[in-house]
């Protein structure tokens, strides 16, 4: 059984930091891409940034110079370091793994930026 579980998320305060983890379970992680998506109210879910199994990086351009997305293979274990948080990067963040047909979604774990 495959699982994608988020942990991280929080209130913090314009200018703040935080970092978003997603642990993964039942697949053979290092195959994976794995992305950081959200959605706020009233929108679509769009990437945040994606990270390839080979490390290959690639961010939204709201959130570049902001976010960095990275993994660690041996903890199955993809981080999002977000920093210089905006309030309009308040959202349900989402973690995906993907390998050719197979998608799959945790959670999600709210980040809430406001003063």
């Known amino acids: 059984q495959v699982q994608l579980v988020e942990s991280g998320g929080g209130l913090v305060q314009p200018g703040g930091s935080l970092r978003l983890s997603c642990a993964a379970s039942?697949?053979?992680?290092?195959?994976?891409?794995m992305g950081w998506y959200r959605q706020a109210p009233g929108k679509q879910r769009e990437l945040v940034a994606v990270?390839?199994?080979?490390?290959?990086?690639n961010y939204a351009d709201s959130v570049k110079g902001r976010f960095t997305i990275s993994r660690d293979n041996a903890k199955n274990t993809v981080y999002l370091q977000m920093n210089s948080l905006k309030p309009e990067d308040t959202a349900l963040y989402y973690c995906?793994?993907?390998?050719?047909?197979?998608?799959?979604w945790g959670q999600g774990t709210q980040v809430t930026v406001s003063s």
């Open positions: 995906n793994a993907n390998y050719r047909s197979f998608d799959f």
């Open positions: 039942g697949i053979i992680f290092s195959q994976y891409a």
């Open positions: 990270i390839s199994s080979g490390a290959g990086t």
